[in-house]
């Protein structure tokens, strides 16, 4: 196959420079994806699903390349994974180094410099300036179930308190807790016991209920049906992911830290997808100046590596026996190296700044869009994290808070098929969500939103 030559490292000096513009040399899918595609459905399990039957060749800045020579625009960063772009140099380099020094020994067995040094660093990162101790995993879903585990071990409690449209993973305990049924859900049941849902902080659905007013609707549904010295721990997502971008009013999770404070409840951040500066702060907690117990972390953090963190308070994670936390692969060597060289870019080139800037890009074109077209709804998220909700219109052509995912789907097959990846989202599919790596350009996202434009226009 000549694709595996294009798949080379992109950082091979022998590859000419991916040039950062859209552009389309064959139809969406070409015909090589095309033939990939049906090698696909006949070798991989068809529950593998794919949003585009595009086959990346390679990938940086704010391009995707395809193996038909196809480029086009990464609005999605691989689900809010390739923060400092998908072949960031300095993360290229240091997965090289480490691969060529070891790929493994297992940190569990004989431990390594890396691990410790991640470990250093997400304890300065994350919010507060307490004592804390950091353990590392591969997904997020296995840091979120980790996360419980010490919340249940420090509490001697069992309840957990998860919210309406989270998301916290696909294994059995983490199905239970995510809300939304299809896909995630269906058919794989039982799943995991002592997972209780209160209700969500979504602005654009309440109403105009204050944080405060949505916390004490919360803490009254834990208070009545749970009963607060049962609870072990509240984890919440700072702005929603999967769940549709939503980000509670202000006021909702000081409130609902303050609660667990006063009842012995930890509180738990899912920063899976809000966290390592996808928001425009290191932190979507920091926002609010809120220092939860505990803090997980995944996606954005290694460059596109697997790894996971949950990072807390130290008298929590230290109460754990030695090896009630651990696993063969996690905290890998080369995921721990392309780690420090992600936060080291991070910093370097202030990233965090550049996701503000791109927040700015992005919600001045939306704002005009929204403006001038009331089929959307909302348009809200932070940073890099932005999303718009689609809603129908009434007679009289105004918007209403009825979810159109019809729409959605179509506005995003459109800018697909022109060479934009946007990825959708939302309990009811009917939101469009903005994620692209930090490396994007400003044209580059210019000429996406163009693109996006040109779909609402001609879509009626
Ligand atoms: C993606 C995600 C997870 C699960 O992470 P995986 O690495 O896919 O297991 C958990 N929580 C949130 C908020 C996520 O966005």
């Not at 305990?173 to 002592?194: I, Q, S």
């Not at 651990?326 to 060597?333: D, E, R, S, V």
């Amino acid at each position: 196959m000549t694709s595996q030559t294009l798949t080379a490292a992109p950082s091979d000096s022998s590859l000419p420079e991916l040039k950062q513009t859209r552009h389309l040399a064959t139809e969406l899918p070409g015909p090589r994806s095309r033939e990939l595609m049906a090698r696909k459905t006949a070798a991989v399990a068809g529950g593998v699903g794919v949003t585009m039957p595009v086959f990346a060749a390679r990938a940086g800045g704010g391009i995707v390349e395809d193996i038909d020579g196809n480029r086009l625009i990464d609005l999605g960063s691989g689900i809010a994974v390739t923060t400092v772009g998908a072949s960031a140099p300095a993360v290229v380099a240091a997965v090289q180094e480490q691969a060529a020094a070891f790929t493994h020994t297992c940190f569990t067995v004989t431990p390594y410099e890396g691990y410790v040094e991640v470990a250093e660093r997400l304890n300065a990162l994350t919010p507060g300036g307490h004592a804390k101790r950091t353990a590392l995993f591969n997904s997020g879903a296995e840091a979120v179930e980790n996360a419980i585990k010490v919340a249940r071990h420090a509490t001697g409690r069992d309840a957990v308190i998860v919210f309406d449209h989270a998301y916290h993973g696909r294994t059995n305990l983490t199905m239970a807790m995510t809300a939304k049924v299809m896909p995630y859900k269906k058919g794989f049941g039982p799943f995991a016991g002592e997972v209780y849902r209160a209700p969500m902080s979504y602005p654009f659905r309440d109403g105009g209920l204050s944080g405060a007013e949505v916390a004490r609707r919360a803490i009254d549904m834990i208070e009545k049906q749970v009963g607060a010295d049962e609870v072990a721990c509240l984890i919440v997502e700072p702005i929603q992911g999967e769940g549709g971008f939503i980000e509670p009013a202000l006021g909702f999770l000081p409130a609902l830290v303050e609660w667990c404070r006063a009842n012995g409840v930890l509180f738990i951040a899912d920063e899976v997808q809000s966290g390592i500066a996808r928001t425009g702060s290191w932190f979507a907690s920091d926002l609010e100046g809120v220092e939860p117990d505990l803090v997980v972390m995944a996606k954005g953090v290694a460059g596109g590596m697997p790894l996971s963190a949950i990072t807390g308070r130290a008298d929590i994670m230290d109460g754990v026996h030695a090896g009630g936390l651990g696993g063969t692969y996690g905290g890998n060597p080369v995921a721990c190296a392309a780690a420090l060289a992600a936060l080291d870019t991070i910093e370097r080139e202030d990233l965090i700044g550049r996701a503000r800037r791109i927040e700015t890009v992005i919600r001045e074109r939306l704002d005009a869009l929204a403006a001038r077209d009331p089929r959307v709804g909302d348009v809200r998220g932070r940073g890099a994290m932005i999303a718009i909700e689609l809603v129908k219109t009434d007679e009289d052509g105004n918007g209403t808070l009825e979810p159109d995912a019809t729409l959605t789907n179509a506005v995003a097959t459109y800018a697909r098929n022109a060479g934009v990846i946007v990825l959708t989202c939302g309990t009811y599919g009917n939101v469009l969500r903005f994620l692209p790596p930090l490396s994007i350009s400003d044209d580059l996202l210019h000429d996406a939103f163009d693109v996006l434009e040109e779909a609402f226009d001609s879509i009626r």
